[in-house]
């Protein structure tokens, strides 16, 4: 019977581990636990459930609360009869099968009800975790990454990429450094067919042919007098609650969330109106303010995980590392949180290197250093990652772009702020609906959510698990125009892995007024041009005496005003006196006067254009990335025996730690010889490979690679011809030596594909010998 069951189960469908481990690994962690086999499609869940779902489940909630209340009415009643002690045996009698009665359709609700919140993925977590483990294990296991520190006990959020982990990591890198120009080739061949050749040259003093991204690398330790610029001194932080009797720290949003998803998850007892109100929570969490997030936490009862203590109100706590730089402790400094601010510092130099153009880009990899409150969830969440950044800069009055036509077609999951405050789900729409209709706020923008998604799904993300989430009011920064977040679904839910921003110009001003250094760029006029220039002057004098410790934000919110919030602003300064204003950055509504700020226009001729340019910026968290690329192309297989679970990674070429092994099929000089020069002529193409002359059975030799995501083995079964085996179909074509090294180059490159293959060269079946 188990046997027809995994027959039943194509053999690249991905599937969690089996029943039994008739032969567990001698390096699994040994709390790990034999667990069901499930196609990991079953681990898939969208956000939220879809309406209809939901109607059901609130429908269900208010039956089975219906029906406790009947059940609790009735175990009264025969409590009565019995405590009366009634001689009517048959009425007692009568009453309790009427009670066991009301039992069982109780039971049957919640069995109904425990179905649909499985399909909305509700508690679904026990299989989550199993599989999460199961990919762990074999991670570490093949040393892909294992804990820093590990003899001394390790430290949290701290992690070593071994050496399979290293070169995914490399391959990632080398091909987000290819970005600009794979991408581009990718969209150009999808879609060049729908949209007309752009015009070039129409403005040369706007757009370049081609993005050549200026890549910089810049020093880890930063001066303060660079974050404090820039706000991460003041604002770079998160929520913060500590044990009152302990002093253990955890992230409140951490806790508040994880409190209502294990509610929803194994409380059938909630009422539909209280499940909706925790989903709701879920839904707008990234929202809250430090208030909002302190009541629900005291309104729940939350309590420290560990001790049940009671717990703090939320505070803030700072991310940034702190340091000082030279001997004397003197001169502040922080090990960067980000590597944006290198690149902002350096625009000036970057602009006149890049001929005083715009638009154009800079990009940086590099390592950057977060002090975590409570580090968890692995790769996801650590304290010191790869991050890999662009900021593109591009004038602020025209933030269309020459290629977007290139990815205007591109439909994929999109959540707008919109669908999840109302508890929608994401909903498929294409990148020309999106900017057209005001969702996406202008093509720059677009292009580069466009490219990320074809960055991510070339990688070898499931398209279906990816989706670009809109910031939320409160989540987007004051100064920002548009901000959006790819989220890939792994076993720990929804993961933010590449945020892109339109962060308008503030990065370029506020360093601009630290430092005193002109960071802007110069539009020629061919024609001297009269133009009317809006002067905005906050009286910081009067805003001080009014606000004292705000006067900073007010000033700050005053000055990002655009032209029009201005002017309606003036008008009613001059026909009342006072308006309110609502200032982000501290959340509420202040009253300003007609003495605390001064709004004019005034009309001069200018024989050119002086202005701060915007930045599009697209952040790409690497480990981030790396982690779920682990969980999506991750599945397993029986034995062609029958008796053991075999791991597979179904890494595409692309990425793949190694591309191509060679196995002589038996201990024989000649087939070592012939395995040898195979390796070399496919080092001389630049493919990583690996020899294995060991005297193990060639299916052992392949699960082992197979396990390292090894796309193609290569067996040497004589001295003429060789076969090359495909990792997931385990289809095998038979190929002269030396051709051999030229098949898989073509195929690791993308040139040819795998059908290619199969069609050009004889297939090979080789049955017992392939397992």
Sequence with gaps: MLRTLFENIHTTTPVVLALRQPKPRRHCRPWVQPFCLLPLSLLTTTSTPPMAAVANEATLRKSLADKQATVDAQSAAVRELKAAKSDDKAAVDAAVDALKALKLEKSSIEEQLQAVVRSNGSDSSATREAFRQSVINTLERRLFYIPSFKIYRGVAGLYDYGPPGCAVKSNVLAFWRQLKYVLLRFADASCIHLTPEPRYG???????????????????????????????????????????????????????????????????????????????????????????????????????????????????????????????????????????????????????????????????????????????????????????????????????????????????????????????????????????????????????????????????????????????????????????????????????????????????????????????????????????????????????????????????ALEAMDEKEAMEMKANLESKGEVEFYVCTLGKNVTVTDKMVSITKEKKKEHQRVFTPSVIEPSFGIGRIIYCLYEHSFYTRLSKAGDEQLNVFRFPPLVAPIKCTVFPLVQNQQYEEVAKRIAKSLTSAGISCKIDITGTSIGKRYARTDELGVPFAITVDSTSSVTVRERDSKQQIRVNVDEVAAVVKEVTDGQSTWADMLWKYPTYSSGSIDE
Excluded at 239 to 251: A, F, I, N, P, S
Excluded at 265 to 280: G, P, V
Excluded at 310 to 327: A, E, R
Excluded at 527 to 535: H, Q, Y
């Design 202 to 556: 129409q403005d040369p003093c706007h757009f370049v042919l081609e993005e050549n991204m200026l890549e910089v690398d810049c020093p880890c330790v930063t001066p303060e007098v660079v974050l404090k610029a820039s706000g991460h001194v003041d604002k770079f932080t998160d929520l913060m609650v500590k044990d009152e009797k302990t002093g253990t720290c955890y992230r409140a949003d951490h806790l508040l969330k994880d409190f209502c998803k294990e509610k929803l998850e194994k409380d059938l007892s909630l009422s539909a109106e209280k499940a909706a109100e925790l989903k709701h929570v879920l839904a707008v969490l990234d929202d809250l303010s430090a208030e909002e997030l302190g009541a629900k936490i005291k309104e729940y009862g939350i309590t420290a995980p560990d001790t049940k203590n009671s717990l703090s109100d939320p505070y803030p706590f700072n991310l940034m590392f702190q340091t000082s730089i030279g001997p004397s402790g003197l001169n502040p400094g922080y090990m960067r949180p980000e590597t944006a601010q290198g690149i902002f510092v350096n625009f000036k130099d970057l602009y006149y290197y890049n001929g005083n153009k715009l638009p154009f880009a800079a990009a940086q990899i590099g390592q950057a250093f977060r002090n975590e409150i409570s580090p968890r969830q692995g790769l996801l969440r650590v304290r010191e990652f790869t991050l890999a950044e662009i900021e593109h800069f591009v004038d602020p009055q025209d933030k269309s772009h020459h290629k977007f036509p290139y990815v205007a077609n591109l439909e994929f999951l999109m959540f707008p702020r919109e669908l999840q405050v109302s508890g929608r789900s994401a909903k498929k729409m294409s990148l020309g609906e999106a900017v057209g209709k005001g969702i996406v706020n202008n093509e720059t923008l677009g292009f580069f959510i466009g490219r990320v998604y074809l960055f991510l799904t070339s990688l070898g993300i499931d398209k279906e698990r990816l989706r670009f989430r809109q910031h939320l009011a409160n989540e987007m920064a004051h100064y920002a125009a548009d901000c959006w977040d790819a989220e890939i679904e792994c076993s720990y839910g929804w993961i933010e892995c590449v945020g892109i921003a339109d962060r308008s110009a503030y990065d370029l001003r506020a360093h601009m007024d630290k430092s005193g250094v002109a960071l802007v760029a110069h539009e020629k006029f061919a024609e001297p041009r009269e133009v009317e220039k809006l002067a905005i002057s906050p009286v910081k004098k009067e805003l001080g005496l009014a606000f004292k410790g705000s006067q900073k934000n007010i000033v700050e």
